[in-house]
């Protein structure tokens, strides 16, 4: 089947605009996590849903950033007033039993450039 | 906390020969996996392989295959018969054992492989 899908592959924007990132899990992966990898910072962990629910917000990096998830599938990641320092690759990826034992399976991220 | 500690920013080597690559990770935790994901220049993350750290014996996939110690924290991969495709980055990742809710992935900081005609 599909892999895991996210939109738009890039994204250029201003300083102070909005931006929404979107992600297509994996058909019947029921956990979907997002991820951030910027060079000064590697690959940190943002959020992860279970069903629709977000039990740990703690990687968020601030109050800009949300993320919700509609279905049980598609999610998506929110920064609000963007800054230069959101300038990163965002990566989704889901995995398929609920519980942290399963492998996840990642998209291609959005490149995200805050000018 | 969980780190994981990748000593090796770049390596490369010829197309054909072994190479190895050094991973070591910190935790308290007795139960967890640990993974090597390639991530092409097309930036998509692929995983290579999973190790349970209950089980003591070595994972393999084809050419990819580790060396886990659980007593020293180290889970190396070693990539025999080298391929052009296989240039990449390299990240070693930790997951903690939750049998009842997820758990984030935390990785290193990768090794930039590239496979030399």
């Known amino acids: 089947g599909a892999g895991v899908s996210q939109s738009p592959s890039n994204k250029v924007t201003e300083k102070g605009k909005d931006v929404e990132l979107r992600c297509d899990p994996i058909s019947g992966h029921t956990a979907l996590y997002w991820y951030r990898q910027s060079l000064g910072q590697g690959l940190e962990f943002l959020i992860y849903f279970q069903g629709n629910s977000a039990p740990d917000k703690s990687g968020l990096p601030s109050d800009r950033f949300s993320a919700e998830r509609t279905g049980g599938s598609v999610s998506t990641l929110t920064i609000q007033r963007t800054q230069q320092e959101d300038s990163a690759v965002y990566l989704c990826?889901?995995?398929?039993?609920?519980?942290?034992?399963?492998?996840?399976?990642f998209g291609p991220g959005t490149r995200l450039t805050v000018l | 906390a969980q780190t994981v500690t990748q000593s090796q920013p770049e390596m490369s080597v010829q197309e054909a020969e072994t190479v190895t690559l050094s991973c070591t990770y910190d935790?308290?935790?007795?139960?967890?996996?640990l993974f090597w994901y390639k991530q092409p220049p097309s930036r998509q993350m692929i995983l290579v392989i999973r190790q349970e750290a209950y089980k003591q014996q070595n994972a393999t996939e084809n050419r990819f295959s580790v060396n886990f110690q659980k007593a020293a924290k180290s889970f190396s991969l070693k990539i025999s018969d080298s391929q052009l495709g296989d240039t990449a980055m390299y990240f070693c990742?930790?997951?903690?054992?939750?049998?009842?809710?997820?758990?984030?992935?935390?990785f290193g900081t990768g090794t930039r492989l590239t496979i030399i005609p």
């Open positions: 990742a930790f997951m903690k054992h939750n049998t009842f809710g997820n758990e984030k992935l935390t």
């Open positions: 990826a889901s995995s398929l039993l609920p519980g942290g034992t399963d492998t996840q399976y």
């Open positions: 935790t308290s935790e007795n139960n967890y996996y």
